[in-house]
């Protein structure tokens, strides 16, 4: 037996769905309904890792996230109390260096 559908409505204002038109329109969606669901889907992809203690990186490049889920070992090694304090100076310096 299938769960029955019921139908419920969202009102959304004009400047709500301007903003929604916005996202869809940077992240190349069809239409503001889908940067809507993506919303929706975020949304609730972190309140789920919330309750069950995990955190989760919301927007990072893909390299980036290739990188943490490729050395999962090393970045947890990173988030050892007071590691990131004893390497913050030194990754500091390099990129300052990098950068001139």
């Not at 204002?13 to 038109?21: A, F, L, V, Y």
């Not at 069809?30 to 889907?41: D, K, P, R, T």
């Not at 070992?73 to 030194?90: D, K, T």
Request: charged content about 25%; hydrophobic content about 45%.
């Amino acid at each position: 037996m299938t769960e029955k559908e019921y139908l419920h409505n969202v009102s959304v204002t004009d400047i709500g769905k301007k903003e929604m038109d916005r996202a869809a329109a940077l992240l190349n969606l069809e239409n503001w309904c889908q940067a809507l669901s993506l919303g929706l889907n975020l949304a609730r992809d972190h309140a789920e890792a919330h309750v069950k203690g995990r955190t989760e990186v919301f927007f990072c490049t893909s390299e980036l996230k290739a990188c943490v889920e490729s050395n999962p070992a090393f970045f947890e090694a990173l988030c050892q109390e007071g590691v990131i304090e004893w390497l913050a100076p030194l990754v500091l310096v390099k990129s300052v260096s990098q950068s001139e």
